[in-house]
């Protein structure tokens, strides 16, 4: 069954460091999401992309964060300078038109 | 965006105990989706259900647009069903689906 993936699946990065969260969508998806999940609290939406650019992005998703389709199969989240408090799980997902299926998750521990 | 409460916040079952959780949305939806998260973090897909009533073994789950509201029916609960349950819906306008704050859920043998 075709599944979204993720890596790495845990990532620890010193305070100010930049680091690349990593997915490869659903094959034949056409949106994709990325989402993060703060220690035991819910899922909170970050952007949406669709075209070849982003369709949708929350307050969350400030200057720092940024996402790019670099070729036909992956899916990037970078965070350029990393504060503790990016410390979270990050879901990326993807949807052809309707149902949208979650990765396992990367846990970035900024230290 | 779309505004999601879920009751209970927390469940606790014995083995063998039915269950019904709620989700009660803000504004019209074009897409509703529950999502069991296991202890290792997983979200797992459970139901996409926009509208209307779908049964998927001992799950089942109802949603009434118009007024609103999504259930999620646990039957026969077992160990395995523990975990965080999450409504998330998405607004007619907007790419995103909206997650509850989820119920957590405890069965006990």
């Known amino acids: 069954e075709p599944e979204v993936t993720q890596t790495p699946s845990h990532q620890v990065t010193q305070m100010g460091q930049e680091v690349i969260l990593r997915c490869v969508p659903i094959s034949n998806h056409l949106y994709f999401y990325w989402y993060r999940q703060i220690l035991g609290q819910k899922v909170e939406f970050l952007v949406s992309?669709?075209?070849?650019?982003?369709?949708?992005k929350s307050e969350i998703f400030d200057d720092q964060f940024s996402v790019e389709r670099p070729d036909g199969s992956n899916f990037t989240l970078k965070i350029r300078s990393t504060k503790l408090e990016d410390s979270a799980m990050y879901f990326c997902?993807?949807?052809?038109?309707?149902?949208?299926?979650f990765g396992q998750g990367t846990r970035l521990t900024v230290v | 965006g779309i505004q999601v409460e879920q009751s209970p916040p927390d469940l606790i079952l014995q083995e063998g105990a039915n269950s019904t959780l709620r989700c009660n949305f803000s504004d019209s939806v074009n897409n509703l989706q529950w999502f069991h998260q296991n202890p290792w973090g997983q979200l797992i897909n459970l139901f996409y259900?926009?509208?209307g009533t779908k049964q998927n073994g001992r799950l089942s789950a109802t949603t009434v647009a118009t007024e609103r509201y999504s259930l999620l029916y646990i039957s026969s609960s077992q160990t395995t069903d523990s975990g965080v349950y999450f409504c998330?819906?998405?607004?007619?306008?907007?790419?995103?689906?909206?997650f509850g704050k989820g119920t957590s859920l405890l069965v006990t043998p």
């Open positions: 259900i926009p509208s």
């Open positions: 998330a819906p998405k607004g007619d306008s907007g790419y995103a689906l909206n």
């Open positions: 992309f669709y075209n070849n650019e982003i369709s949708e």
């Open positions: 997902a993807s949807m052809l038109g309707t149902e949208a299926f």
